[in-house]
């Protein structure tokens, strides 16, 4: 409502502008109500598939990620590593992927791989020797 909102006014201003002074602004209102409309029914689509191909990205980065353990014994310190300068560190928005290395427990350090989605989410994932080897990983999103 907060969109639809002004979109109504500027509606009604254009309309009694053209009443008043006898111009033609409402053919452009309408215009941008048309466009808002065809934006209101593309973005739902689009959104989805900017979100599948960023998860996509960051499935590659992930088992890139754990092969680089797997060959060289130690989580890599950052994605700067020349081993990973075949892999897309962006997401389709030309949002960064993350990586740090968090803790160590029971001699196993984990590592938090994240981006930050273009409607203001962040998507976070936790990874460790153990876990998610092999399997679709399932992104966390959230404020």
Same mark, same amino acid.
């Given at each position: 409502?907060? *969109?639809? #909102? ?6 009604? &201003?254009?309309?009694?502008?053209? &009443? ?6 409402k053919?452009? %209102?309408? $215009? ?8 209101? $029914?593309?973005?739902? #689509? ?7 191909? #960023? ?11 754990? =092969?680089y353990?797997?060959? =060289? ?13 075949n ?7 030309? /949002?960064?992927?993350?990586?740090? $290395? ?8 984990s *590592?938090?791989?994240?981006?930050? %989605? ?5 998507? /976070? $994932?936790?990874?460790? %020797? #153990? ?6 990983? &399932? ?5």
């Amino acid at each position: 409502m907060y *969109v639809v #909102t002004p979109l109504i006014v500027f509606l009604i &201003i254009t309309f009694y502008i053209d &009443i008043k002074f006898k111009t033609k602004l409402k053919r452009f %209102s309408i $215009l941008a109500a048309a466009l808002f409309i065809c934006c209101l $029914l593309i973005f739902p #689509t689009v959104k989805a598939f900017i979100v599948k191909d #960023t998860e996509f990205k960051g499935q590659k980065l992930v088992d890139a990620i754990q =092969n680089y353990k797997e060959i =060289n014994g130690f989580w890599p310190k950052s994605l700067d590593d020349p081993y990973f300068n075949n892999y897309s560190k962006t997401a389709i928005v030309q /949002r960064a992927f993350y990586y740090r $290395l968090d803790k160590s427990l029971a001699g196993d350090t984990s *590592v938090i791989f994240y981006f930050y %989605s273009f409607d203001g989410l962040e998507a /976070r $994932l936790r990874i460790n %020797s #153990t876990k998610f080897k092999g399997e679709k990983i &399932i992104w966390n999103y959230s404020d």
